[in-house]
């Protein structure tokens, strides 16, 4: 080890490295027989951590051995097969590998010139989503973000550039109350006051009301307001509901707004048939938010903006004087520092790449109609017992359900209480990550199955711990 350079013999980094990537491969190997979930107060972690910067030298084997160990070993496993809460991140090894190459050579994914590879790669797997989702391929772009939120706020910022110029002062955004919460935040770190923000209701189905956001934006209009942005849903995170995507699209068009969809979570569903038809629509957006890291499989962090006339991205986001154009080089030389808000970027787009070369988008097809017949499986399954309701039917692999026995006298209080302490119950034994959510006011157990190593057994199993603990 050589300190004064920050550097380790060539028989040191290997040595290490292959210790990293045993550690890796052993996490791999044995998650399915490890508990999902995570547990550690404050005070636990710091009488473990806490330390003043150290100023000498560690064994650099030990430090990594304290970290698999007390670090890594230890968090809650968001690709394990019973992992059934918020969006699970399922990952793959060949994607983990191709962050760890592109970490490795510490690739500058801003500029052309850095790395032309880099940036044709981020141009070749964006035009790949593009097609997917029905964009023009030529005339649209995109950008790869650390995430959903990011994407998404990248989308308003050039939606409100674009509609509203300089002055937003009376710019008007909608957006349903069963949209993301990064909807919102974004919205508020760019500014924007409370009163710009309209949140409209879902009907029984948690879709946006069509009809609601015509009036809401014509009693704008009427008050001299600016509406200029509609944000739809393609899959929300609660229930998997996808907005009415057409309707929207016809009354953006109509109303000359600018029609982004959230489709973080929903978006990969297009691979599906099914998922296909249910996403109708969608391909009629001006910007789409897709989540790599969800249902494509990928680790974090990766989100994606797709947008269908990738200029707007550009004179969005430039920040250099119009005289230095012409320097610039090619035009189709793309320079995502220009497309978005980070200057230095790490190559996202390889881990995108080198798993659709490796699988073949066959694979990640097959795994996602996968993931929504393993949730219409559940749902039938619930609907063949007597101790369980659906609350919210399987929609793009999520389903909200209760424990609700027929002929029982429970109070909707009652219900409550009993879903929610079988959640704890459920967590307590460590078996499987189950938590609630809350659905038009009722405690609901919910299920979101995008990983195509959770088998129907272990649905099974899961639900009928449920009723052990019921
Ligand atoms: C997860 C999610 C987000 C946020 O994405 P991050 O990658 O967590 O930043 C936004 N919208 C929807 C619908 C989501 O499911």
Not at 122 to 150: A, D, Y
Not at 242 to 257: F, G, Q, S
Request: aromatic fraction near 10%; include cysteine; charged fraction near 25%.
């Amino acid at each position: 080890m050589n300190k004064d350079t920050l550097e380790l013999s060539k028989e040191e980094m290997k040595a290490y490295g292959y210790s990293v990537v045993d550690a890796v491969v052993a996490h791999y190997d044995t998650l399915n027989d490890r508990s999902p979930i995570a547990t550690g107060s404050r005070k636990e972690m710091d009488s473990l951590f806490l330390e003043e910067a150290p100023e000498k030298p560690s064994d650099p084997k030990e430090v990594l051995d304290f970290v698999i160990e007390k670090v890594m070993d230890k968090g809650a496993i968001a690709a394990h097969p019973k992992f059934f809460s918020f969006v699970p991140g399922p990952s793959n090894y060949i994607s983990a590998m191709a962050d760890t190459l592109a970490t490795g050579y510490n690739v500058f994914s801003g500029g052309w010139s850095q790395s032309p590879p880099a940036a044709e790669l981020e141009i070749v797997t964006i035009s790949w989503l593009l097609k997917i989702f029905g964009f023009p391929v030529k005339k649209g772009g995109g950008i790869f973000t650390s995430g959903g939120s990011m994407a998404n706020l990248t989308a308003i910022v050039t939606a409100r550039r674009v509609k509203c110029g300089d002055d937003f002062s009376k710019a008007i955004i909608y957006l349903s109350d069963q949209a993301h919460s990064s909807n919102i935040k974004a919205i508020r770190t760019i500014g924007f006051r409370k009163e710009q923000i309209r949140l409209i209701p879902t009907d029984s189905e948690f879709k946006f009301s069509t009809i609601k956001l015509k009036n809401a934006i014509a009693k704008d209009r009427l008050e001299g307001l600016q509406p200029f942005c509609v944000i739809g849903t393609a899959g929300t995170t609660n229930t998997g509901t996808v907005d009415p995507l057409k309707e929207i699209a016809a009354i953006c068009k109509e109303e000359k707004l600018w029609f982004h969809i959230d489709g973080a979570y929903g978006g990969a569903a297009i691979l599906d048939k099914k998922g296909k038809e249910l996403l109708k629509g969608i391909s009629k957006a001006d910007s789409i938010t897709v989540d790599p890291h969800k249902w494509f499989f990928q680790p974090y962090e990766m989100g994606c903006l797709l947008i269908r006339n990738h200029k707007y991205l550009k004179s969005t986001f430039v920040e250099k004087p119009e005289y230095l154009r012409d320097v610039e080089g090619n035009e189709s030389e793309i320079n995502f520092y220009d497309h978005g808000v980070q200057l230095t970027r790490r190559f996202r787009a390889l881990k995108f790449y080198m798993s659709l070369k490796t699988f073949g988008l066959k694979a990640f097809r097959k795994a996602i109609s996968y993931n929504i017949e393993l949730a219409e499986k559940t749902e039938k399954l619930l609907r063949k017992s007597s101790q369980w309701e659906i609350v919210s039917p399987a929609t793009l692999a999520i389903i909200n359900f209760r424990y609700n026995p027929i002929g029982n006298s429970y109070s909707e209080k009652e219900l409550d209480a009993l879903n929610q302490k079988i959640s704890e119950s459920v967590l307590a034994s460590k078996e499987a990550f189950l938590v609630t959510t809350v659905l038009n006011g009722q405690v609901v157990l919910r299920m979101c199955l995008i990983n195509p190593r959770t088998s129907f057994k272990d649905v099974k199993d899961t639900i009928a711990l449920c009723e052990q603990f019921a």
